[in-house]
């Protein structure tokens, strides 16, 4: 199969590239300044020139405060560009893999992981966006379209909490970090392999790590990994970090449609974060 990745210059994009390659498919991908995903003229070329099997959209407008006040750009890349990319599919009979968010969900006065099915109720700007372009993407392919939900993503390349946590262990005696916040640490590389194995399967899948934790946790594991005391680490809740858009107090995703076609659920958080570590610090070193 030919594959083509839309959005291949983010961390997602990259790892998910880099992990295709490595399986030994024929993947073309293509940045922001090389596929423009809400032009329908762009997406023609690309299809004209890359004759893909299938899609992968990387691509999305992630800045979750500034949406609050750019919705209509972000619902153009993250709504209208995900639907101009499924007609392209279906026009050519192509499959599309689209990254969607936990962000679909109002993380409000929940305990248990969100079940694939369970009904979005976005609160923000940013995760109304995403919604609308999981919609697009199943209505327009509702046999050939598959949306990977993923949350709380680190990787090599890019921004990410985790890195932070890693810059800042060397210039701050303590730091105070929100404890009041849980979800699931996921390494994008991680993703991009989920991403992979998807076959020919189709609907909602949620791509993260098994297991939960606050963002306080997250940073004393990744402390103790480095050597560090976790001690350095103190709790503290989101009023003292007030964001233009809220963040889910639980965002937390269930992994039932793995098993259905086949897969085990996606590892423990801890293992993922020990194995990638020593990666983030090799490119960080570069």
Request: charged share 30%.
């Amino acid at each position: 199969m030919r594959w083509l990745v839309a959005g291949a210059g983010g961390m997602l994009g990259r790892d998910t590239v880099a992990e295709l390659r490595r399986r030994g498919a024929d993947v073309t991908g293509l940045d922001r300044t090389a596929l423009d995903i809400t032009e329908p003229d762009a997406v023609r070329r690309a299809f004209i020139g890359h004759h893909p099997d299938v899609v992968v959209n990387c691509a999305a407008y992630t800045a979750v405060d500034d949406a609050e006040t750019d919705e209509a750009r972000a619902l153009r890349i993250n709504g209208h560009g995900p639907r101009v990319l499924a007609r392209a599919c279906a026009e050519h009979g192509a499959r599309l893999v689209h990254v969607s968010t936990d962000y679909v969900f109002d993380g409000a006065e929940r305990a248990a992981p969100y079940p694939e099915d369970h009904p979005p109720a976005p609160r923000t700007a940013y995760g109304r966006t995403k919604l609308a372009g999981e919609r697009a993407v199943l209505e327009e392919l509702p046999g050939a379209g598959a949306v990977v939900r993923t949350a709380w993503l680190y990787g090599a390349h890019g921004r990410s909490f985790v890195r932070t946590m890693l810059e800042l262990e060397a210039r701050r005696d303590t730091l105070d970090v929100v404890d009041d916040q849980r979800g699931q640490p996921t390494w994008s590389a991680d993703v991009a392999a989920r991403i992979a194995d998807l076959g020919t399967a189709h609907g909602v899948f949620h791509a993260t790590s098994s297991g939960e934790a606050s963002w306080y946790e997250l940073a004393r594991e990744v402390f103790r990994l480095s050597g560090a005391d976790p001690d350095r680490i103190r709790p503290t809740t989101s009023e003292a970090y007030p964001r233009p858009a809220p963040r889910p107090a639980y965002s937390a995703l269930g992994h039932t449609r793995w098993r259905e076609i086949g897969l085990k659920p996606p590892r423990d958080w801890r293992a993922a974060l020990q194995e990638a570590l020593p990666r983030i610090r090799e490119e960080m070193s570069r």
